[in-house]
């Protein structure tokens, strides 16, 4: 399994920016789907989390600016991050929790990192 990610740049305060997150690979089903970020000197944190069956949860900082979706079909979760801030700028991670067959252990699987940097 492999997790692909896409879409961060540069943005102005009060930007949006989408990032997407592919799996290809050997799937059968996503447990679930989570965004990390890592600001420079900081510890990574987990952003947003979205299960199989629609619980969403999301950082204090970022409630109500960042919305995690999901498309079934292309086994994709995207970010939608609006009125992006300059305390944003990070690399965005994302990881995926997936069995590849009925019956087996989900694993949880990582994309590589994307940047993300607000600035004006």
């Known amino acids: 399994v492999q997790l692909q990610a896409s879409g961060g740049g540069l943005v102005q305060p009060g930007g949006s920016l989408t990032l997407s997150c592919a799996a290809s690979?050997?799937?059968?089903?996503?447990?679930?789907m989570y965004w990390h970020r890592q600001a420079p000197g900081k510890q990574r944190e987990l952003v947003a989390t979205?299960?199989?069956?629609?619980?969403?949860d999301y950082r204090d900082p970022v409630k109500a600016r960042f919305t995690i979706s999901r498309d079934n079909a292309k086994n994709t979760t995207y970010l939608q991050m609006n009125n992006l801030q300059p305390e944003d700028t990070a690399v965005y991670y994302c990881?995926?929790?997936?069995?590849?067959?009925?019956?087996?252990?989900?694993?949880?699987?990582w994309g590589n990192g994307t940047l993300v940097t607000v600035s004006s």
């Open positions: 990881n995926q929790r997936i069995s590849s067959a009925y019956g087996k252990v989900a694993y949880d699987y």
């Open positions: 690979g050997n799937i059968f089903s996503i447990d679930a």
């Open positions: 979205l299960t199989k069956g629609g619980y969403t």
